[in-house]
């Protein structure tokens, strides 16, 4: 199946989710985090979940990070320019859902990409090499792209993975790692 197709198929297979689904489902790829060896970096990039698009609840990886005492980063997505800008979460940081119904910081403290140390990169389908489909707006690979070469990238998924895509372009970034409520696949 090519990009589109999967894309679709995917979104799909989301509808059919129930929040306890998502929850019970979420907690497993979050229990199944701690497997890694990736906690010894300072700052980590976690996208806010799109409930209306029933994607990974990252609350529970919040906790984690948390509890490690890690730096959190989050983006707001920069339209203009087709990139992500993202900002230290504190206490004090507003969040707001822009008009995909992504919750966003309204603004705070920039932290430039070459810092962050960890990604988790939302998804809705990979491929047994490492290969994401997303959205199709090309975000993440363009933020990733301006992320220092030897970043972590985990991807979070309810699914499992798919054999090969057959429409992968050299602009597409592979992830390192993707976590699911059954296992931990590593690239």
């Known amino acids: 199946m090519n990009k589109t197709a999967l894309r679709k198929k995917y979104k799909a297979l989301r509808i059919d989710l129930s929040p306890e689904v998502i929850e019970e489902y979420s907690l497993k790829i979050a229990n199944n985090l701690l497997q890694l060896d990736v906690w010894e970096g300072d700052f980590y990039h976690l996208?806010?979940?799109i409930a209306e698009q029933k994607e990974v609840d990252t609350e529970f990886i919040l906790h984690i990070l948390q509890g490690k005492d890690k730096n959190v980063v989050i983006p707001r997505?920069?339209?203009?320019?087709?990139?992500?800008?993202?900002?230290?979460?504190?206490?004090?940081?507003?969040?707001?859902?822009?008009r995909w119904n992504i919750p966003e910081p309204v603004d705070g403290i920039e932290i430039p990409s070459a810092k962050i140390d960890v990604v988790f990169v939302p998804l809705l389908a990979f491929d047994k090499n490492g290969h994401r489909i997303g959205y199709g707006k090309g975000y993440y690979d363009k933020f990733l792209s301006n992320c220092k070469p030897n970043i972590i990238k985990i991807g979070l998924s309810?699914?499992?993975?798919?054999?090969?895509?057959?429409?992968?372009?050299?602009?597409?970034?592979?992830?390192?790692?993707?976590?699911t409520p059954k296992k931990v696949y590593r690239f």
């Open 158 to 179: 309810f699914y499992e993975a798919e054999e090969a895509f057959q429409d992968v372009y050299p602009s597409d970034i592979p992830l390192d790692y993707c976590v």
């Open 47 to 49: 996208f806010l979940s």
């Open 77 to 98: 997505t920069d339209i203009e320019h087709n990139n992500l800008i993202n900002y230290l979460l504190t206490e004090t940081t507003k969040i707001k859902k822009n």
